[in-house]
């Protein structure tokens, strides 16, 4: 299939590649860098045995996949071109900033290490055959597997990859100066203040199956103690952008509009509210977000008369900036999911599950990256009569998002190992809201085949509106399609939701917050009849805790809580109040 959309498209785009001159066997590598986001396409650092196919493939990898705000991808590939991926999460977007990544490559191991931290490491009988010389590379491309990379939209071009520094230490074990053990002596730096022509060559008229770029040397860019990797078109090559900016999508959630733009753009620009127009509509206040290409507009109301607005005079961030001078765009008017919510992973709808789909921005739900398997209809499934539901998975997922009301939750796993048969064939963790909630997940350890093994979390907090999972492999698997993580089903049951009233006791009263909209200070005001344990907390929409208001006990009678927001941008808040453990939400507007 891959094969045959390669041929079809050709290399439509324009990428780049640099690579060393010299191989080198084993040593600590490492590269700063911040790679191009936006999806489908890959910014890496990696080394690899271009002598294939005269010696077996070698090859390892760290890559960043513009599609992903909290992942890192860690490879090694192997004879026979067998893949040992972890899609790795990080609690932080690497497309915002540079950080250093690197990896040390001995006999014995591969570990990768993040702003010189080791996160994960690679043992086992794999790492015996990567014993061939590889190449130090980098580069910047666009596949065309969009179960992997996230579906391409030229509309992002052009994309750049800044690199910061690369520097190699050669494997001394007991001799070194740096490293692990100090196993590793320190070879050479090389800052990119110029190339280098004794160290490194630039890949040109280059490119393989699967690629949608031809990799050319007029893509590699020096400047400003930086090499830049250029993504363009087969017209405007190098580093230059003359492409004005665009709005991909725009999303209505509560009194906000969020709009993504196709590459980064000024801030003077982004939050001048002049700048975007609807019908019936008031702009109150507009903030660009940390990755410079999503705007967030705070409005006067939560339900939208049209779902059309006009957006003007957006600047990118180019030397010379090219400006949007206007452009019409349709916003998308969710409707909730509602409070109970049951997802066929990796299948189609069934019974009372929702079939699976990928994660767009006009999505509810679904997943980024991965593939649907299913078993034959006769296998029976043991312990369960939702046999339909567990023969299906989808399987390779990185990350699965689903959109709901700020409030608690309780998030029920569903899984059925129904590809393999032996302890430690494929292992994953499961992140969920930024916590490890499952270290080392291996079913058949706790289950035989072709079972059902479900996990259930209790009080998940959503307070950004999007429930966040990310599943990172440990022991791979086989094959491609039937391989990495996987995941059966979903089922989320609302436990407490934004505004709701405690459903308590009558020991205490939780009244809504006033003035709301305020301007600096509002008033929480709670009536207890017992000694009772509160939290009261600010967050965010993105669900960082903004402010402590208390956290104590009280005693009897009613007690007005005040947060003062003065040092707080304008925008829609949440305060949640914990009361002798329960949990309750309430949204606040601050208007200066």
């Keep these: 299939m891959y094969l045959v959309q390669t041929v079809i498209l050709g290399q439509l785009y324009r990428g780049a590649e640099l690579r060393t001159v010299e191989p080198v066997l084993y040593g600590k590598f490492e590269a700063r860098y911040k790679p191009a986001q936006g999806d489908g396409l890959v910014s890496s650092f990696f080394t690899y045995n271009d002598d294939n196919p005269n010696t077996p493939w070698a090859e390892i990898d760290i890559e960043l996949l513009g599609v992903y705000d909290r992942v890192v991808d860690f490879n090694t590939i192997t004879w026979g071109q067998d893949s040992h991926i972890r899609q790795h999460y990080v609690s932080f977007n690497p497309h915002e900033d540079y950080h250093t990544y690197g990896f040390e490559w001995t006999p014995d191991y591969v570990s990768w290490f993040i702003d010189g931290e080791e996160v994960y490491r690679q043992v086992g009988a794999h790492i015996d055959s990567l014993h061939y010389s590889q190449k130090i590379m980098m580069n910047i491309w666009n596949p065309v597997y969009d179960d992997w990379v996230g579906a391409w939209n030229p509309e992002i071009l052009p994309r750049f990859s800044y690199y910061d520094y690369v520097s190699y230490a050669a494997y001394t074990p007991g001799e070194g100066d740096t490293g692990s053990d100090s196993n590793f002596t320190f070879m050479w730096k090389d800052d990119f203040d110029a190339f280098d022509y004794n160290r490194w060559e630039k890949s040109d008229d280059h490119t393989w199956g699967g690629n949608q770029s031809l990799f050319i040397d007029d893509n590699i860019h020096y400047e400003n103690g930086n090499m830049i990797l250029c993504l363009t078109t087969t017209s405007d090559i190098?580093?230059?952008?003359?492409?004005?900016?665009?709005?991909?999508w725009a999303r209505q959630y509560n009194h906000t509009i969020d709009l993504q733009f196709s590459e980064e753009i000024t801030s003077e620009s982004a939050v001048n509210i002049t700048n975007y127009s609807m019908s019936g509509i008031s702009f109150l206040d507009a903030s660009l977000m940390n990755d410079q290409r999503t705007v967030t507009l705070i409005v006067d109301t939560d339900i939208l008369p049209t779902d059309v607005m006009g957006v003007f005079n957006i600047e990118d961030d180019n030397n010379v900036p090219n400006i949007l001078a206007w452009q019409a765009v349709w916003v998308d008017i969710p409707e909730p999911l509602g409070d109970t919510i049951k997802i066929n992973a990796g299948g189609p709808a069934e019974?009372?599950?929702?079939?699976?789909?990928?994660?767009?921005?006009?999505?509810?739900?679904?997943?980024?990256?991965?593939?649907?398997?299913?078993?034959?209809?006769?296998?029976?499934?043991?312990?369960?009569?939702?046999?339909?539901?567990?023969?299906?998975?989808?399987?390779?997922?990185?990350?699965?998002?689903v959109r709901l009301?700020?409030?608690?939750?309780?998030?029920?796993?569903?899984?059925?190992?129904?590809?393999?048969d032996a302890i430690a064939d494929r292992v994953f963790d499961i992140t969920v809201e930024g916590n490890l909630v499952v270290d080392?997940?291996?079913?058949?350890?706790?289950?035989?085949?072709?079972?059902?093994?479900?996990?259930?979390?209790n009080n998940i907090e959503i307070l950004d509106g999007i429930l966040d999972i990310y599943f990172s492999a440990d022991i791979y698997g086989a094959g491609y399609a039937a391989a990495g993580p996987f995941i059966n089903g979903l089922e989320i049951y609302l436990e407490s939701s934004l505004s709701n009233a405690l459903n308590t006791p009558s020991s205490f009263k939780l009244e809504k917050p006033f003035p709301n909209p305020f301007n600096n200070r509002i008033s929480i005001p709670i009536i207890t009849s017992q000694k009772?344990?509160?939290?009261?907390?600010?967050?965010?929409?993105?669900?960082?805790?903004?402010?402590?208001?208390?956290?104590?006990?009280?005693?009897?009678?009613?007690k007005?809580?005040?947060?003062?927001?003065?040092?707080a941008a304008n925008g829609i808040y949440i305060i949640q109040s914990i009361i002798n453990g329960e949990r309750s939400y309430d949204k606040i507007m601050l208007l200066k």
């Design 238 to 248: 190098g580093y230059v952008d003359y492409s004005e900016p665009k709005v991909l």
């Design 351 to 401: 019974l009372d599950f929702l079939g699976d789909q990928i994660w767009s921005s006009d999505k509810e739900y679904g997943f980024i990256a991965g593939n649907f398997q299913t078993i034959n209809s006769e296998i029976d499934i043991q312990n369960t009569d939702n046999d339909i539901v567990y023969r299906s998975s989808l399987n390779r997922v990185a990350s699965y998002k």
């Design 405 to 420: 009301n700020p409030g608690a939750y309780t998030l029920k796993m569903l899984f059925s190992e129904n590809h393999y």
């Design 440 to 457: 080392d997940l291996d079913v058949l350890s706790h289950v035989s085949i072709n079972t059902p093994h479900d996990i259930t979390l």
């Design 532 to 558: 009772c344990d509160i939290s009261i907390k600010v967050f965010d929409l993105a669900g960082r805790n903004i402010d402590t208001v208390f956290e104590g006990t009280l005693s009897t009678g009613k």
């Design 560 to 567: 007005h809580f005040v947060w003062d927001a003065k040092v």
